[in-house]
């Protein structure tokens, strides 16, 4: 899996690189992934923009731009706003806190089409290198990079593997922070709320990409049928896979 890269301002930045894909591997240098950027630093811009990095495709709901600080400047890069509101902060003070593989089901029943429009935006960048982020970079963020990852015929144990580094990186002041906040609006402590706010188990994501496989044939059947055309696959295999 890959490890944390020190970017000054966020808990969860990484490269979704060396990755196995059929007879190649994911490329370096083309798709992170990462927390939100709101509280980055000058250093922390200043690393990003030596990563090269031009597109920014930022999950978090309109709620959660307007409560955080506001997206850091990067000189050059593109952002491109696909709002996904499962999983949000604010979507687990609606309702009794979910599994996380119930939250997934309903971010993937339910967005379809942003989740396919996120993953685009990676292919449509050419060689251009992509971040890929939300609040905790965990849910959203692991789910889009999943199907990014499956698509282009990444080993699924290296995609759970990715997955699982989430909640190592989020542990500490990330999650204490984060559980304060929850509390302060009226969630209470449990351990599922521990689980859905920093967990990543390899079980959640096995288990969500095992029920698309039985419901849509594949992931990348699941993309095409929320409005991906089979240029698009090919153009992200390109940009993430090197052989």
């Not at 979910?98 to 960048?125: F, I, K, M, W």
């Not at 999943?146 to 290296?158: F, H, P, S």
């Not at 402590?189 to 920093?198: H, K, Q, T």
Request: net charge negative.
């Amino acid at each position: 899996m890959s490890a944390r890269l020190a970017i000054e301002g966020t808990h969860n930045f990484r490269d979704v690189g060396g990755y196995p894909a059929g007879s190649g591997t994911t490329r370096r240098g083309q798709l992170y992934r990462s927390d939100a950027l709101s509280r980055l630093t000058t250093d922390g811009v200043a690393a990003l923009r030596a990563l090269g990095i031009g597109v920014v495709v930022d999950l978090r709901s309109p709620l959660e731009l307007a409560q955080d600080r506001a997206p850091a400047p990067l000189p050059g890069a593109r952002w491109v706003h696909v709002p996904i509101h499962g999983g949000s902060r604010s979507s687990l003070l609606d309702e009794t806190l979910p599994s996380l593989e119930a939250l997934y089901r309903h971010v993937l029943v339910d967005n379809g089409a942003q989740l396919a429009q996120a993953v685009r935006a990676v292919a449509d960048a050419g060689a251009v290198p992509v971040l890929v982020s939300c609040t905790a970079g965990k849910d959203r963020t692991g789910l889009v990079v999943a199907l990014a990852l499956e698509a282009v015929g990444v080993a699924r144990d290296a995609v759970v593997a990715d997955y699982t580094q989430s909640a190592l990186n989020l542990d500490g002041d990330w999650m204490d922070q984060t559980v304060t906040l929850m509390v302060s609006n009226g969630v209470p402590i449990s351990p599922r709320l521990f689980d859905v706010l920093g967990g990543s188990p390899d079980h959640a994501m096995r288990q969500i990409l095992a029920w698309l496989d039985d419901t849509h044939g594949s992931v990348a059947d699941y993309l095409v049928h929320h409005g991906m055309g089979q240029d698009v696959l090919v153009a992200l295999r390109a940009k993430l896979v090197a052989p």
